[in-house]
C-alpha cells in the first residue's frame, strides 16, 4: 500500500503560479513514477505529468513549456510547479503513484487532490 498526501493548491489570478507538493509513503518501489493528473468542472479525468526516479518526465502539449515537474527521491516527494496560469487550468489536480517506470501514465494508487482555481 501506499498512500499519497498533495498540498499547495489554491486560487490565483490569470498568469500567476502555484506548486503543488506530494508526498508518497509506504511501500514505495526503488524504481516508480509520480505524476498528475487533473479534472476540470464537466471534464474526463486528464493527464497532465509525470516523472520516474531516474528524472524522466513527459507532458500534455497544454502545459509544456509552462508547468514544470519535479521530484526528492529522498522525500518521496513530487512537485509540480505551475506558472502562467490560464483559467482552463482550473481543475481538481490528483497526484498519483505507480511501481514501475513502465506505462508512466498507470496509476496505481491515487492522492485524494487538491483544487486549483485560475480566476480574476
Known amino acids: 500500500q501506499v498512500q499519497l498526501v498533495e498540498s499547495g493548491g489554491g486560487l490565483v489570478q490569470p498568469g500567476g503560479s502555484l506548486r503543488l507538493s506530494c508526498a508518497a509513503s509506504?511501500?514505495?518501489?526503488?524504481?516508480?513514477?509520480m505524476g498528475w493528473y487533473r479534472q476540470g468542472p464537466g471534464k474526463q479525468r486528464e493527464w497532465v505529468a509525470s516523472?520516474?526516479?531516474?528524472?524522466?518526465?513527459n507532458y500534455v502539449d497544454s502545459v509544456k513549456g509552462r508547468f514544470t515537474i519535479s521530484r526528492d527521491n529522498a522525500k518521496n516527494t513530487v512537485y509540480l510547479q505551475m506558472n502562467s496560469l490560464k483559467p482552463e487550468d482550473t481543475a481538481g489536480y490528483y497526484c498519483y503513484y505507480r511501481g514501475s517506470i513502465y506505462f508512466p501514465r498507470q496509476a496505481d494508487y491515487w492522492g485524494q487532490g487538491t483544487q486549483v482555481t485560475v480566476s480574476a
Open positions: 509506504g511501500s514505495i518501489s526503488s524504481r516508480n513514477t
Open positions: 516523472i520516474t526516479t531516474a528524472g524522466s518526465t
